[in-house]
């Protein structure tokens, strides 16, 4: 399978990942050789077999709805770019 | 002192020949000389680290000392560290001081390990040859024209050159095994679920597991006592308890039955390896293992279907780094998108924006069915290939990688070229099985590991296989000349 800029385009957008224009040539050509291994599983029967998801059959564990973090917004913004009064700054969204 | 066993430095640090303080400057001394060619750390604490050993030599004092207490350990720069750098080798989390340890963090603070600094990896743990990272590539310390394998590359590394007595790595795809085959030492892959992922930087949630890498298999075993555990902040994590890892280490092999899997010795697989791997296996038959062919027939389906679906939860895991609560930003964001797009553009290196791409597209509308649910079911086939041969055999084994560790630049232009070498280590991630690679010889001085896959909670008797190996052998005793 071989990808064009169209879909190089969509794809960078689902990724929401940047490609320059001069970029595009070789990130179309590595990520279809990569769908051409993708395309070796075509070839495989696998009519009546159940997709898994996890290794062991394990049921989602629960726990009790009680609050177990204690407030440490200082500690974890203080790895953020940009805050101010405890929230995360970003450009200007609404006009 | 780096020439001691584990044994060894914790009967002389409980005797009060060595303390922790000094054994861990030993280190520290060795990193400083050697380092600076190998490029196996990210990060060197040696502040934390000589705390830590003051602490330890406490509890020496005190008699309220275990067997590990006193030994430094070195981190895989994916495990979050409290106050260190945690960066995954990525330009994305190259100014991240983690604000909290994962579980294995903390475990093996209690235990009193002091930490020597934080190893270099594939970029977010994606490739097998460290040559991802954004610190640069770690040299081979059997050969600094080769790769020591990834990810955990630096692990692997920092054992093979006494930079570490121990470190601990992680392996979705067979990043603790093959680095550990390429450097000539012992890593195991346990069982998923038996180390918690708190903490651990998330690469494809269903297949990441943390083991330990050390020069021994009864090492090993002793590692994984301290690393293993249950842990409610994992929700995989399972609920198992009590479990010695080394209990079975000095079991005699008389009537283990071992499975040979004849697919794992077609084409593909450098000669010289085949030579290796079936010495080994022939060691263990004398030692009174019974050897018989098993068939994996669906062993060429492991590489695309890890390849759909280890991507896929990967551009699910990555949608954190966006450039507004921690990590990387771009200059001058022009509006938000710009913000995420360009923070994410630049932040990541090539491989890891490629798997994010092809993750993304692989779950897109329209292609779902045809990839994502197509290698979900390939993974169960897989898996039954080993329940299947798991009714006739105990253990299986076969080649970690089909060469030895590769030039650096060699692969580096054709990633596919790179996926299809992790056709043995893979199946072992997509059915959550636990395997272990023990040194098993040299090819053109280059070391080479054999494979040893188990059933499900089978670690314990995987370490036993390959102590009692070690007891013959001594592959795993070997130090590059330069580094002894």
Request: glycine content about 8%; proline content about 6%.
């Amino acid at each position: 399978m071989s990808l064009g800029k169209t879909e190089v385009e969509y794809i960078s957008r689902l990724a929401a990942i940047a490609v320059k224009d001069d970029e595009v040539g070789e990130v179309a050509a590595k990520l279809s050789n990569i769908l051409d291994l993708f395309a070796q599983m075509e070839a495989a029967d696998t009519q009546g077999v159940e997709p898994m998801a996890h290794p062991l059959d394990q049921v989602q564990r629960l726990r009790r709805d009680v609050i177990s973090e204690t407030d440490q917004h200082e500690k974890l913004q203080s790895v953020a770019p940009s805050t101010s009064e405890g929230l995360y700054l970003v450009p200007q969204v609404i006009e | 002192m780096h020439n001691l066993t584990i044994k060894q430095m914790s009967e002389k640090l409980h005797a009060g020949e060595i303390t922790s303080v000094q054994l861990t400057q030993h280190y520290l001394d060795r990193i400083a000389k050697y380092d600076g060619e190998l490029n196996a750390y990210v990060t060197v604490t040696p502040e934390l680290a000589m705390e830590m050993a003051r602490e330890a030599d406490e509890r020496l004092q005190s008699g309220t000392a275990e067997l590990l207490t006193g030994i430094p350990v070195a981190h895989k720069d994916i495990f979050c560290t409290d106050g260190v750098k945690t960066s995954c080798s990525s330009k994305m989390l190259d100014n991240f001081i983690a604000p909290y340890d994962a579980h294995v963090v903390t475990q093996l603070k209690k235990v009193g390990m002091p930490i020597l600094g934080k190893t270099n990896m594939d970029e977010f743990a994606m490739g097998s040859s460290s040559e991802s990272s954004y610190y640069g590539p770690t040299k081979n310390p059997w050969d600094h024209q080769a790769v020591p394998g990834g990810s955990s590359g630096g692990a692997a590394a920092v054992i093979a050159a006494g930079l570490a007595p121990m470190a601990t790595g992680t392996d979705t795809g067979g990043s603790i095994r093959q680095p550990a085959s390429f450097c000539g030492i012992t890593g195991i892959k346990p069982t998923y679920g038996t180390v918690s992922r708190f903490g651990i930087v998330a690469y494809a949630s269903s297949f990441d597991q943390a083991g330990p890498m050390t020069r021994s298999a009864e090492e090993a075993a002793w590692l994984l006592n301290a690393m293993a555990g249950f842990d409610e902040r994992d929700s995989t994590s399972l609920q198992r308890e009590g479990v010695d890892y080394a209990a079975e280490l000095n079991q005699p092999l008389k009537g283990l039955k071992v499975g040979v899997p004849a697919e794992y010795f077609g084409e593909g697989l450098d000669p010289q390896v085949e030579k290796v791997v079936k010495d080994a296996i022939a060691e263990i038959q004398k030692q009174g293992a019974e050897v018989i062919e098993v068939s994996l027939p669906n062993k060429d389906l492991a590489v695309p279907s890890y390849y759909v679906l280890a991507p896929a939860e990967a551009s699910s895991n990555l949608s954190r780094f966006d450039g507004v609560r921690f990590g990387y930003r771009c200059e001058k964001p022009k509006d938000l998108q710009d913000l995420y797009t360009r923070s994410r553009a630049e932040g990541f290196g090539a491989e890891v924006k490629r798997r994010i791409m092809v993750g993304a597209y692989a779950l897109s509308a329209g292609f779902y069915d045809a990839y994502y649910l197509k290698a979900q079911k390939l993974r169960r086939m897989v898996r039954d290939d080993f329940t299947k041969a798991f009714e006739q055999c105990d253990v299986i084994m076969g080649p970690v990688a089909p060469t030895p560790a590769f030039n650096i630049g060699e692969k580096t232009d054709d990633p596919t070229s790179m996926y299809l070498a992790d056709l043995y280590t893979i199946p072992v991630n997509l059915a959550g099985l636990p395997g272990l690679s023990v040194p098993a010889g040299f090819v053109n001085n280059r070391p080479v590991g054999l494979h040893i896959v188990g059933p499900y909670f089978s670690e314990a008797k995987l370490l036993n296989i390959a102590h009692q190996y070690q007891q013959t052998t001594d592959w795993h005793k070997q130090m590059p000349a330069q580094y002894q």
